[in-house]
Structures are given as structure tokens and as C-alpha cells.
Nanobody
Framework: QVQLVESGGGLVQAGGSLRLSCAAP????????MGWYRQAPGAQRELVAA???????NYVDFVKGRFTISRDNAKNTVYLQMNSLKPEDTAVYYC??????????WGQGTQVTVSS
């Protein structure tokens, strides 16, 4: 079992910023593709951004230019810097670790609320 520990959510006004963090066990982190997903009330969970173990990054269109994903292998942590936040970014944000062979692990989720 891979335990992912998220932090950094909260309440922010529109236009503000938050940084999410997700820590993973050292033994697994360097080989995992890491991602951030979000789920708004009544909606399906959706990908926000992902970074492979080799550093390749992918963003969905609605966060391009506003969010930045990064990973620090020395700290076994992946980050999501979120700028220019909008009310529609309000959701529970989940960290994901994906391994070759299709195995996925999820964090407990952290609430992000953006007020207008």
C-alpha cells in the first residue's frame, strides 16, 4: 500500500493562489507517475495535471497558464501551484500515484474553495 499525504487546500478569493503538496513514500516516489485530479460536487473526478517519473508534464486545457505541477524527488513530494484561481476551480483535489502495470493509489483529498 502506498500512502499519499496531501496538504495545502483552503479558502481563497478569486484571483488568489494556493499550493498543494503531496508526499509519498521514498521507496516508491522516484518510479511513480504523479498527478493531481479534482472532483466538484455532482461531477466526475477529472485530471488536472500530471508529471511522469521522467519529468514529462501534461496539463488539461482549463488550467494551462494558471497551474504548475512540479516534483521534488529529494523530498518525495509533488506540488501543484495554482494561480489566478476561479470559483469554478472549487473542488476536492486528489493526489494520484500511477505505476507501470496499471496500479493507482490516491490521497485522501484536500478541499479547495474559491469565493467570488
Amino acid at each position: 500500500q502506498v500512502q499519499l499525504v496531501e496538504s495545502g487546500g483552503g479558502l481563497v478569493q478569486a484571483g488568489g493562489s494556493l499550493r498543494l503538496s503531496c508526499a509519498a513514500p521514498r521507496i516508491f516516489f522516484s518510479i511513480a507517475d504523479m498527478g493531481w485530479y479534482r472532483q466538484a460536487p455532482g461531477a466526475q473526478r477529472e485530471l488536472v495535471a500530471a508529471i511522469t517519473s521522467g519529468g514529462h508534464i501534461n496539463y488539461v486545457d482549463f488550467v494551462k497558464g494558471r497551474f504548475t505541477i512540479s516534483r521534488d524527488n529529494a523530498k518525495n513530494t509533488v506540488y501543484l501551484q495554482m494561480n489566478s484561481l476561479k470559483p469554478e476551480d472549487t473542488a476536492v483535489y486528489y493526489c494520484n500515484a500511477h505505476f507501470a502495470g496499471g496500479r493507482d493509489y490516491w490521497g485522501q483529498g484536500t478541499q479547495v474553495t474559491v469565493s467570488s
